[in-house]
């Protein structure tokens, strides 16, 4: 291939996003390969778009923090809700749970772990179905936690 028409085609092709390119020509084979595909990563900008919301415009959304709500799975495995198959739940939503009660059982590869309850309050609902898979870390069920006045207030009468 002659010198002028690869030039050519190497200037064609130097502003796409092409990273290689070969011919074939009376049984002769040529191509080229970019050695290194440059990447320059965006500067930050503080510029607004027209048409576009800021987020700073909106109001404020309120900070809920329920991973202390939650209990979660400690492992991945599947959700039981009972201790036998058929049983009944060892919790129901509505239900109020202690501290280190047993609300649910999580089982992967026929070990049984009993799951309890790491906060006092009410079950106001249950996130995953029962035999299905859970990950770790993933709630299983919101909590409303109960206040220390309450658990007093229920003790004196």
């Known amino acids: 291939?002659?010198?002028?028409?690869?030039k050519s085609i190497l200037d064609a092709i130097k502003d796409t996003d092409i990273?290689?390119?070969?011919?074939?020509?009376?049984?002769?084979?040529s191509g080229f390969r970019r050695k290194d595909i440059s990447f320059s990563p965006c500067e930050p900008s503080d510029k607004i778009i027209p048409g576009k919301s800021n987020i700073h415009d909106k109001e404020p959304v309120p900070k809920i923090s329920l991973s202390q709500n939650?209990?979660?799975?400690?492992?991945?495995?599947?959700?039981?809700?009972?201790?036998?198959?058929?049983?009944?739940?060892?919790?129901?939503?509505?239900?109020?749970?202690s501290i280190d009660q047993k609300v649910c059982i999580v089982e992967a590869m026929k070990v049984m772990k009993e799951l309890t309850s790491q906060v006092a309050g009410k079950i106001v609902k249950v996130l995953v179905?029962?035999?299905?898979?859970?990950?770790?870390?993933?709630?299983?069920?919101?909590?409303?936690?109960?206040?220390?006045?309450?658990?007093?207030?229920d003790k004196r009468g």
């Open 19 to 29: 990273e290689e390119i070969w011919f074939e020509k009376a049984g002769e084979k």
């Open 70 to 97: 939650q209990i979660k799975s400690t492992m991945v495995g599947t959700f039981l809700r009972s201790a036998s198959p058929g049983g009944k739940p060892l919790v129901e939503e509505g239900d109020f749970v």
């Open 1 to 6: 291939m002659e010198i002028e028409k690869i």
């Open 129 to 153: 179905a029962d035999n299905h898979p859970v990950e770790y870390g993933q709630p299983l069920f919101e909590v409303e936690p109960q206040i220390k006045a309450d658990i007093n207030a």
